[in-house]
């Protein structure tokens, strides 16, 4: 049985759904206490108007993105409300729709900036059907209370893959060759063609994907040395160097494997072209701001760089079509003149096994955060989990209450719990942010909305929720 089953579907649960709670604001009422254990508990930034009778009908989801069928299906059967498009959205239209929702999942196109969560009052939770998460504003996310979760190396070895491939296909001028053919041109040659065997390769990002490509490249008979800010095991004969420039001396091939960050960007520009070895080649599927495209153009140019293949752009459009003759990528015209060059619309990720993989590995933990609160997974909270409730336990109550991480604050929540049977508690931190989840028994429904709204009163609140 899947994880989410487990969690979201115990026994019997689907009859109760109808009873359970919408979590409130402090000045709503309850409506239709529930006497047994369901998961429930929406959001309350902004004050809903009136309290109804929650049951999963109500918790709205937006997915935008293509996000696979393998998610799609796991949120529906919750009985979620799921819209789903296959875009992203300009920013206008994401303010519009992200009022309403409680749950958004999304992939790596679409920004979800502080100007845009701001205006998502409802929303408990984002999904990152992907890996990268610099598209989220995770630390107005965290002090806002939103969850953000995504799919840590579901699709690394398709990336991992497309790498090895393009390894190849640039050190034999294979993508140069075929236009030709394609244009009709019969052009046989050796010249400047060669064999990866013995080459070495310079993964910069030792990570997830940037290790997976280190296995595939030495079982080809490359040598492999790698760059990381982190002192990390060699697997396999790789070795790692003690800087960018180390690498950059060194390799044959130069391959980018870090996430996008202030220290990123622009990482391979003017000066580390210089380093870099003539003839040598350059690979980019990491984010499009690693690499300075102006410079990357003069490089080859020059034929300091002999190839290079880019899958990521600085600026990406929201949907399939025409890129080049939109003002998306000014270099187009540059970049589309220059030989041995691969040209991919950030297909990195996508294969067939990786979404299907991401899609429930995302859906399996919106759906265990929205009905049990449980964290684990995710980039921007303290990570916990707490056994399911289950509907055997009458009177019993999950609160969870994410807070400033400030002095006195558990002193306060567990006097506020202190006339209750605490079954179990668990609390954790990550900087600024705390999350404090308790197990209550033998609590009514007066209580329950008696500690919901002392635990909204306090300073250090940033959102209540409680499930029953
Ligand atoms: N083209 C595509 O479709 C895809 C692109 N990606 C991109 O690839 C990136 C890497 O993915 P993973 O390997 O899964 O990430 P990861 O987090 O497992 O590994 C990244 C590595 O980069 C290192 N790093 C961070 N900053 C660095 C710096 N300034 N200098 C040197 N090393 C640094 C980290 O220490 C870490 O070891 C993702 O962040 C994402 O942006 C990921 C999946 C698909
Ligand atoms: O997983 C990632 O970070 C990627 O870059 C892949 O993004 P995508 O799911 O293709 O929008």
Redesign the pocket.
């Known amino acids: 049985m899947s994880a989410a089953r487990d969690i979201a579907q115990p026994q019997g649960i689907e009859e109760r759904r109808v009873s359970y709670s919408l979590s409130t604001s402090p000045t709503a009422t309850f409506a239709s206490p529930s006497s047994s254990f369901m998961a429930g508990g929406l959001p309350h930034r902004a004050a809903p108007k009136q309290l109804k009778p929650f049951h999963t009908g109500d918790v709205k989801i937006l997915l935008l993105e293509n996000v696979n069928q393998t998610g799609r299906d796991i949120l529906k059967g919750q009985g979620y409300q799921v819209e789903f498009l296959k875009t992203s959205l300009p920013e206008d239209q994401l303010i519009e729709k992200i009022r309403d929702v409680h749950v958004i999942g999304i992939r ?1 196109k679409t920004k979800l900036t502080a100007k845009v969560l701001q205006e998502a009052k409802n929303l408990l939770v984002v999904g990152c059907f ?5 598209q989220v504003d995770l630390d107005y996310a965290a002090k806002h209370g939103i969850a953000v979760f995504n799919s ?2 579901a ?2 070895r ?2 991992a893959e ?1 790498v090895i491939a393009e390894i190849i296909t640039l050190a034999r001028q294979l993508g140069d060759r075929s236009n030709e053919m394609h244009r009709g041109t019969w052009n046989k040659v050796s010249a400047k063609c060669w064999e990866i065997r013995g080459k070495t390769l310079g993964i ?9 490509l280190s296995v595939l490249a030495e079982a080809m008979g490359m040598s492999v040395i790698y ?4 002192t ?1 095991m060699a697997i396999g004969t790789a070795k790692q160097v003690p800087t ?1 420039d180390a690498l950059l001396q060194e390799a044959d091939f130069v391959t ?6 202030p ?2 960007k622009n ?1 391979i520009s003017t000066k580390q072209f210089g380093q870099m070895k003539k003839g040598s080649y350059l690979i980019n ?3 499009g701001t690693v690499v300075d495209i102006p410079a990357l153009i003069n490089a080859m140019r020059d034929g300091k760089v002999a190839g290079a293949a880019l ?2 752009y600085p600026n990406e459009p929201a949907a399939n079509g025409d890129y080049f003759n939109s003002n998306l990528n000014q270099w187009g015209e540059d970049l589309r003149g220059l030989s041995n060059i691969i040209l991919t619309p ?5 294969t067939e096994e ?1 979404q299907r993989a991401i899609g429930v590995e995302v859906a399996e933990a919106l759906v265990r955060y929205i009905n049990q609160g449980v964290t684990l997974g995710s980039v921007n909270l303290p990570e916990i989990a707490m056994r399911a409730l289950t509907l055997d336990e009458p009177e019993h109550a999950r609160v969870i209450y994410i807070h400033r991480n400030v002095p006195g604050v558990l002193r306060k929540v567990n006097e506020i719990l202190a006339e209750h049977n605490v079954d179990k508690q668990i609390s954790d931190s990550k900087g600024d942010i705390a999350y404090l989840m308790a197990d209550v028994s033998s609590v009514k429904t007066d209580d329950i909305k008696n500690i919901r709204d002392s635990l909204d009163s306090l300073n250090s609140r940033i959102l209540t929720r409680i499930l029953y």
């Open positions: 790596s992907c890996i990268g998460t610099n840590p190396f699709n690394s398709s990336v497309l910069v990002g030792y990570g997830h994907i940037g290790s997976q760059y990381d800010i982190l990390l960018l980018l494997h870090v996430p996008e960050t220290e990123t990482m599927a990491s984010r899958d990521v950030h297909i990195g990720g996508s990786a």
